[in-house]
């Protein structure tokens, strides 16, 4: 016997309370608890609808670890290697991926673009619940794509959904997005926290059970967080974010769960007229045009996005304050991190800031934390207070600590190759790495504190 009941739920975390609450004691997020009408059963009849389903349905005996196979998982590449940067070289069977990102960011677009490369080796099913065949259809035609084995299907209801993959039996399927679709048989409209989480748990047994790739398609809230339950993130085994850097021309995905490839990877595309063109080259968008030469509080360091090295500009202004207390500003750096470099300058250094204005910035709009560009941030506030540019074929990688030295950083000769292959002739390094590289391509300046190192760069003239 069943029967219905209201409970209130976070639409943030999923919490659920029997009353109403202003505030979730889980997330303490306010005003997210919205009423649900559910339905209560026994816990013998609740399997006996379900067919006595888990949430997965790949159970085993218990098997001793050295009988396992330890077989490497087939992968097939998306045909984007930015995109493939990400998942490890490719999808694997099975394999259920989210995209999560603002609305008009590009998710459709980038899922278009990446079912159409996949579907040259993988018969793979766009189902859009949002768009219409015609829509689907009309931006194929303005992104200039097409697939032999790509088939579409504009449908929300699951059930319906569940039966044309047993139809068709594809080896891929892009859901956009997991919000708009629900479950017939759960009464909580489309987007709730029930739904989102009935819709996925179905699909991911539909993709163990078959070995097909699922990509879920997910908006985020104006927090920036993944809109629905947090148990969705756990469901899959990939999570992407799809975020924004230099003024929206570029697109940046980082992988915040991965089960089979790094977390640490970041793809950067541009949006175009023809679609999101992958950007192999961000360098060229991170460091300002320096065909003029160098400026006064300009530069230049090395990041790293995962395994791949990146230019970036640090740009700093200093200039006297009209204000009684001065202002310190930081964009795409930690504005904390940036005060304690400021800290740091004034006592080791003698540099005096207290009646300045410090503005702080990267070139091209990136948020990084770094601390390999703490020294190149804190040359660039020492040129600009003296009005007096570093040299245009030097390269600064190093971490600055609160008593002015500059440590060790990873990946140091990664990063000095790719500063090598810019252009750059010279680096400033920790004096205790240079020994430690090889074939660094560049000449390299060791240095044990900031001190050493604005003596270095600017001819031994103190600040």
């Not at 394999?95 to 996949?118: D, E």
């Not at 299907?153 to 068709?168: G, H, R």
Request: hydrophobic share 40%; glycine share 10%; charged share 25%.
């Amino acid at each position: 016997m069943s029967r219905l009941k209201s409970v209130y739920r976070c639409s943030d975390c999923g919490y659920s309370a029997a009353k109403p609450m202003g505030q979730c004691p889980d997330c303490k997020a306010w005003n997210s608890m919205i009423e649900e009408v559910v339905e209560t059963r026994s816990l013998a009849a609740a399997g006996a609808s379900r067919g006595g389903r888990s949430l997965t349905e790949f159970s085993s005996e218990v098997t001793a670890l050295r009988e396992v196979s330890t077989e490497n998982e087939p992968r097939f590449p998306s045909g984007m290697p930015e995109l493939d940067r990400l998942l490890g070289g490719g999808v694997v069977p099975g394999q259920v991926v989210l995209l999560a990102g603002p609305p008009g960011i590009g998710k459709s677009t980038l899922m278009l673009q990446a079912a159409v490369k996949l579907s040259k080796s993988l018969k793979v099913l766009y189902v859009s619940g949002e768009e219409s065949l015609k829509q689907v259809s009309g931006r194929a035609k303005r992104l200039g794509v097409s697939g032999e084995q790509l088939y579409l299907l504009s449908e929300t209801d699951l059930l319906k959904t569940l039966a044309a993959l047993n139809k068709v039996k594809p080896g891929a399927i892009v859901l956009d997005s997991i919000q708009t679709a629900y479950h017939p048989e759960l009464s909580s409209g489309p987007g709730s926290v029930a739904q989102v989480r009935e819709c996925a748990s179905e699909l991911l047994r539909y993709a163990k059970a078959n070995d097909c790739v699922v990509f879920l398609l997910g908006h985020v809230t104006k927090e920036g967080s993944l809109a629905g339950p947090k148990v969705l993130e756990h469901i899959v085994d990939t999570v992407l974010y799809f975020d924004t850097e230099h003024h929206d021309l570029l697109r940046v995905l980082r992988a915040h769960k991965n089960r089979f490839g790094p977390t640490d990877e970041a793809g950067i595309f541009e949006m175009g007229e023809a679609g999101l063109r992958e950007v192999k080259d961000p360098a060229s968008y991170f460091v300002a045009d320096r065909g003029h030469g160098a400026r006064a509080g300009s530069a230049v360091s090395v990041t790293l996005e995962g395994s791949r090295p990146m230019l970036v500009e640090t740009q700093a202004l200093v200039v006297s304050t009209k204000y009684p207390l001065p202002r310190r500003m930081a964009t795409g750096l930690d504005l904390n991190r940036v005060l304690v470099l400021l800290a740091a300058m004034e006592k080791h250094l003698g540099l005096r800031l207290e009646d300045r204005d410090v503005f702080v910035s990267l070139a091209g709009g990136v948020r990084l934390k770094d601390p390999a560009l703490d020294l190149a941030a804190c040359l660039a506030v020492c040129g600009s207070a003296r009005d007096k540019a570093l040299p245009g074929d030097l390269v600064m990688v190093g971490e600055v600590g609160l008593l002015g030295e500059v440590s060790r950083v990873p990946f140091l000769e990664s990063r000095l190759r790719e500063a090598a292959k810019a252009g750059f002739k010279k680096a400033l390094v920790p004096a205790k790495s240079v020994k430690e590289i090889s074939k660094p391509g560049l000449e390299l300046i060791g240095v044990s504190d900031i001190e050493e190192a604005a003596q270095k760069v600017f001819a031994g003239h103190l600040l």
